[in-house]
């Protein structure tokens, strides 16, 4: 008997996104600050964007509030040159829960017809290549 509830529990913990009815290809995003999170392109339908850091004022035990809401993210996006000691350990800890860290280069600016490339895209590739840069 208890074999089979643990069985039980064990099977319900791997499906938990799909008895919640989560999509699994919506992409959840983590941003390291507000003005990172203005700075994404559009997202694909069903999309949610995390901001760590709302406010200059936020302590670690409300940033650790927020990332706890993002610990399944599938990405963290962030600026480099706006990088706290804070930040670095929530993106850390993020990345190893396995979020695709994303440097943010440059504002996004849209161009005309995105929306329908990125819905008609693989989400995560299509995502990251974003902000992967020039080609060298």
Known sequence: MFRLSLLT??????????????DPS????????QRTASSLPPLPHGSRVVVLIQESEDDYATVNARALMAR????I??????????????RERLTRRGAMPVELRERWTQPLGLETSIADASTQSTFAN??????Q
């Open 26 to 33: 919506a992409l959840l995003i983590a941003t390291s600050h």
């Open 72 to 75: 399944d993210a599938t990405h």
């Open 77 to 90: 996006v962030f600026d480099r040159a706006d990088q706290s000691p804070l930040i670095q350990m929530f």
């Open 9 to 22: 529990a064990v099977f319900v913990c791997l499906l938990g996104a799909q008895l919640r009815g989560d």
């Open 130 to 135: 974003f902000f992967t840069g020039p080609k």
